[in-house]
């Protein structure tokens, strides 16, 4: 097993080869949990539907949860167009 150093912000660089074993992507969400004396990281478990979880995406910027498949229904939402000055 690789040790790894921790950085002065507290940040752990996760080996390529384990992040591809788990299918990780860079920006990919991952769940990490003390047990004992060890520090568990993994992918998070997908609580409710499946479709909804691949179906839908949060971002940091968006301050709520943003739907494919109203994007797709809907290709026309009725919006307000940006203010120019």
């Known amino acids: 097993m690789p040790t790894k150093s921790v950085g002065?912000?507290?940040q752990v660089?996760?080996?390529?080869?384990i992040g591809d074993a788990l299918g990780l992507k860079p920006s990919a969400d991952v769940t990490i949990e003390i047990r004992g004396e060890e520090?568990?990281?993994s992918k998070p478990r997908i609580?409710?539907?499946y479709t909804e979880y691949y179906t839908?995406?949060?971002?940091?910027?968006l301050?709520?949860?943003v739907s494919?498949?109203?994007i797709i229904t809907d290709p026309f939402p009725s919006f307000?167009?940006?203010q120019l000055d």
Do not use: M
């Open 68 to 70: 494919i498949k109203k």
């Open 39 to 41: 520090v568990v990281i």
């Open 80 to 82: 307000r167009a940006p």
């Open 47 to 49: 609580e409710g539907s």
């Open 8 to 10: 002065p912000k507290g």
């Open 63 to 65: 301050k709520e949860l």
């Open 13 to 17: 660089v996760i080996p390529k080869r």
């Open 56 to 61: 839908s995406t949060r971002s940091p910027k």
